[in-house]
């Protein structure tokens, strides 16, 4: 039996707007492939769901 039920997935994309210089696009890139912007945004989102009574009990994953 299963120890937990999978009850949502939600998917974040980033886009970029076009025509920008290569080096802006190579910043984001490094920005989003950092681990302290990774540990932040993991964070974050743990942050909003313990703002939710009902959410406080569930296992939160964020992955990429």
Do not use: N, S, W
Request: glycine share 4%; aromatic share 8%.
């Amino acid at each position: 039996m299963a120890k937990a039920v999978l009850m949502d997935e939600f998917h974040l994309a980033v886009f970029a707007p076009r025509g920008l210089p290569a080096g802006d696009y190579a910043a984001i890139r490094r920005t989003l492939d950092a681990r302290r912007f990774r540990t932040a945004l993991r964070g974050a989102v743990h942050q909003v769901c313990r703002r939710y009574l009902p959410l406080r009990r569930v296992r939160i994953t964020v992955t990429r």
